[in-house]
């Protein structure tokens, strides 16, 4: 059953099965830094397990919530939220998009379950996810036909096969990240052997996401700016935030006070949340101090200058990536703060969005 409830070849319902019997015949074996991780992926976009084994695993870890937030669908919310009902487990809906800028994704949850499901039967997200789907196949396809040429540049004879898409990732090629693994799994000792890469998020960074080498831009006639992004998820009733602030930093090299400015301009059109803490989050270059700590200094600012109150999330980002290196609940050994991931929030952001849907 522990196979069973992963297996991306198995339908819902004999995931649910397995789950049923895990809830049954299993005990909690492992332990976690937070009760909450609001951010975390399953094989419906670039993670590994299935929803029900991500609430499954939250169980195991004696967690009371998650949050399964796939890249730009969801595909697999009505499965997390039945697999909660069996674990007993506060399952919060949740997207995450990719926007036009390299340093934002945005993260949407939805705490109000029926409201969400509401929302899905409309069809609403379809309208959006679909399009934006079909342009990320035409784009993993063109980008997997560089591997060869790419790495040819670096004397790295590399190239990814359908066979290795079977072998190496779930549910096909459905986001950048499926690459990125792909090729560690296939490459991953030569690649450190060779000084290319140390593990499978340097991989991504380095050679996946850069446009001189493997990325391809998005052929998509929608806006996906983080604008967009934050008054989509806002009309669909849901809560939406930035994810890892930190990427910012990373991607964008912006300063704490351009960080502060894009908060604001996003506030004006329905930011609700900020994900102050995640395994990302080292030391700050600009101050000196820990960035989960200076996030939330700017989301604490924000809130002293202005009426409307940002409310705060965590996450692990945790996608059971093979050399990923991160834990449900725990982060990247265990760096996730547990005051930023305590059941109390779940019923903040609840209550935050029934004020906004009444």
């Keep these: 059953m522990l196979i069973q409830i992963n ?25 976690a830094v937070c009760e909450i991780d609001l951010h975390c992926h399953s094989f419906y976009s670039d993670g590994y397990n299935s929803p029900s084994g ?3 695993e939250a169980w195991r870890r004696g967690m009371k919530s998650i949050a399964i ?14 697999a909660g009902k069996i674990f ?8 995450e998009f990719y926007t036009d800028r390299p340093g934002i994704e945005i993260i949407g949850h939805f705490p109000d379950v029926k409201h969400f499901l509401g929302i899905l039967d409309s069809g609403a997200f379809d309208k959006v996810c679909e399009p934006i789907r079909k342009a990320k196949r035409k784009q993993l396809q063109a980008m997997i036909k560089r591997v060869p040429e790419c790495f040819a540049k670096l004397s790295f004879p590399a190239e990814i096969t359908d066979s290795d898409i079977d072998q190496y990732v779930r549910n096909g090629v459905s986001t950048k990240g499926d690459i990125s693994v792909i090729m560690w799994q296939k490459y991953g000792p030569k690649l450190l052997d060779a000084g290319l890469s140390i593990d499978v998020k340097d991989f991504h960074g380095l050679y996946t996401t850069k446009d001189k080498m493997l990325n391809v831009p998005l052929e998509l ?24 602030p930190t990427e910012l930093w990373a991607k964008e090299k912006l300063s704490n006070e351009d960080l502060y400015k894009i908060i604001c301009e996003l506030a004006e059109c329905g930011l609700q949340t900020l994900e102050v803490d995640g395994w990302r ?14 996030f939330e200094g700017l ?21 059971k990536q093979p050399g990923e290196g991160l834990e449900l609940g725990c982060g990247k050994n265990n760096n996730l703060h547990p005051e930023f991931g305590r059941y109390e929030n779940i019923i903040r952001l609840r209550e935050r969005q029934r004020e906004l849907i009444r």
């Design 7 to 31: 297996d991306f070849h198995c339908d819902i319902e004999k995931g649910l099965e397995a789950a049923r019997w895990l809830a049954h015949n299993f005990k909690a074996d492992m332990r």
């Design 54 to 56: 991500r609430v499954f």
């Design 69 to 82: 937030s796939d890249h730009d669908v969801v595909d697999g919310q009505r499965e997390a939220i039945e």
């Design 88 to 95: 007993e487990i506060d399952v919060i809906p949740a997207i």
């Design 221 to 244: 006639d929608m806006d996906i700016s983080p604008e967009a992004f934050v008054k989509r998820i806002s009309q669909w009733g849901g809560l939406p935030g930035i994810a890892h």
């Design 281 to 294: 989050n080292a030391i700050c270059p600009e101050t000196g101090l820990p960035q989960t700590e200076v």
């Design 299 to 319: 989301r604490q600012r924000y809130n002293s200058e202005h009426k409307k109150q940002l409310l705060f999330t965590n996450g692990s980002d945790d996608h």
